[in-house]
């Protein structure tokens, strides 16, 4: 599976930007999709994650609420509306997509897009 990101850019806070992530090759082994973040310094950290078949949701508690993740199936895009975005924001994200076959789990992983909050 190959993972391409898009959207990352300059904004201030309280800004909104909308992050793509198309996913080809593989992707009917796709069980999970999701975007992570990491900061200078930082470990790199959950942000959300939505499942192929249901949909189901999960955010961390540090985006609730100002995030949206979302997919389209057709187009094999995942999205990532944020919204009243933070200098604490400030990272390069990543999307993941897991795949599942004969038994095991695996990731892949985009090549990030650097979104940047000024204050």
């Known amino acids: 599976v190959q993972l391409v990101e898009s959207g990352g850019d300059l904004v201030q806070a309280g800004g909104s930007l909308r992050l793509s992530c198309a996913a080809s090759?593989?992707?009917?082994?796709?069980?999970?999709m999701g975007w992570y973040r990491q900061a200078p310094g930082n470990q790199r950290e959950l942000v959300a994650t939505i499942t192929k078949i249901s949909g189901s949701t999960n955010y961390a508690d540090s985006v609730k609420g100002r995030f949206t993740i979302s997919k389209d199936r057709a187009k094999n895009t995942m999205y990532l509306q944020m919204n009243s975005l933070k200098p604490e924001d400030t990272a390069v994200y990543y999307c993941n997509a897991r795949l599942r076959g004969f038994g095991l789990d695996i990731d892949y992983w985009g090549q990030g897009t650097q979104v940047t909050v000024s204050s």
């Open positions: 090759g593989s992707t009917f082994r796709i069980v999970t």
